[in-house]
Nanobody, 124 residues
């Protein structure tokens, strides 16, 4: 079955950086769009970023545009989220997600699979 396993979360000071990774198995990774979402106890899960099969198309939520970068390595079946200039409001559980479309609008179209999440905490 499809498994998405996130790693790389942790505690970082405001202004710092973290890189999240998501290792995928059980799917033909190079034919899936991949995305990142986040959720806090107070809010619903929200879209962060997504990337097409071939990495030619990426898009971001307005709140992270210019600070976060999504990328993928199809040879390693892994998608990454580089997070720079982190703010306390970026604190959340971050989830990896997949979708079999080329570049679906994951902020509108629900992903097909989810990871278990990794905690990111940004301190002041």
């Amino acid at each position: 079955q499809v498994q998405l396993v996130e790693s790389g979360g942790g505690l970082v000071q405001a202004g710092g950086s973290l890189r999240l990774s998501c290792a995928a198995s059980g799917l033909t990774f190079s034919t899936y769009a991949m995305g990142w979402f986040r959720q806090t106890p107070e809010k619903e899960r929200s879209f962060v970023a997504a990337i097409s099969w071939d990495a030619l198309i990426t898009y971001y939520s307005d709140s992270v545009k210019g600070r976060f970068t999504i990328s993928r390595d199809n040879a390693k079946n892994t998608v990454y989220l580089q997070m720079n200039s982190l703010k306390p409001e970026d604190t959340a559980v971050y989830f990896c997600a997949s979708h079999p479309g080329y570049a679906p609008k994951m902020d509108i179209i629900p992903p097909s699979h989810w990871g278990q999440g990794t905690q990111v905490t940004v301190s002041t």
